[in-house]
């Protein structure tokens, strides 16, 4: 069975700062991979999505993220956080088959952004 | 286009009652999947439904169900009620040809007393 495991429970950065979000998955196959991110209160957008070939992947709102076979990762990064970008972030593996979709999230990052 | 749509948007039972939960998906999206994410946690898989099939149901227990209707829309069943089945439901829509990007609603925010 798949599994994603984001081991930062809670990430602090000042605005400006740079940002790096870790995530490691567990899946047999080729993974689908996503980032999303919840403000409060809201329900889930997602960022960015790995499917396969260039392993690093431009998002919405200047996120990126890096896909690392070799070390299971897929790590979120931002050269320059803004405040709004305070929120939750999950990392997420998809699986498909046939017309079954289903995603197992990790439990998520909440970033705090300091003025 | 409107997003996904979602209702009630807040609602308090009590244990042993019974609830019913509703989404609209984004039109044109014949895919629904539902997920419960708890307070603290990433959100979990409870079903997915693909032209008013089911495709897909995580381990919950069988006091919850769901359908789809003819026009896409879909509603969450939970029976039984329990203090533990207190939390956010998330409806997702999405086309099958693009897997995982799922475009979720803002949720249906459970509290059982």
């Known amino acids: 069975a798949q599994s994603v495991t984001q081991p930062d429970i809670h990430i602090t950065v000042s605005e400006g700062a740079s940002l790096e979000l870790r995530c490691n998955y567990s899946?047999?196959?080729?993974?689908?991979l996503f980032w999303y991110v919840q403000s409060p209160g809201q329900g889930l957008q997602l960022l960015l999505k790995?499917?396969?070939?260039?392993?690093l992947v431009q998002g919405i709102k200047g996120f990126e993220a890096e896909f690392k076979r070799s070390q299971s990762s897929f790590n979120l990064r931002k050269p320059s956080v803004h405040w709004s970008d305070a929120a939750e972030y999950f990392c997420a593996v998809g699986v498909s088959s046939g017309s079954a979709r289903q995603l197992t999230f990790g439990s998520g990052t909440q970033l705090t952004v300091l003025p | 286009d409107a997003g996904v749509t979602q209702s009630p948007t807040h609602l308090i039972k009590t244990r042993g009652q019974h609830v019913t939960l509703r989404c609209s998906p984004i039109?044109?999206?014949?895919?629904v999947s539902w997920y419960q994410q708890v307070l603290g946690q990433g959100p979990q898989f409870i079903f997915q439904?693909?032209?008013?099939?089911?495709?897909g149901r995580g381990n919950f227990p069988d006091r919850f169900s769901a359908r789809q209707f003819p026009n896409y829309s879909s509603e969450l069943n939970v029976n039984a009620l329990l203090l533990g089945d207190s939390a956010l439901y998330l409806c997702a829509s999405s086309l099958i040809r693009v897997p995982g990007e799922l475009f979720f609603g803002e949720g249906s925010r459970l509290t059982v007393l």
């Open positions: 790995y499917f396969s070939g260039d392993t």
């Open positions: 039109s044109g999206h014949k895919s």
């Open positions: 439904y693909y032209e008013k099939e089911e495709r």
């Open positions: 899946y047999g196959a080729t993974p689908y």
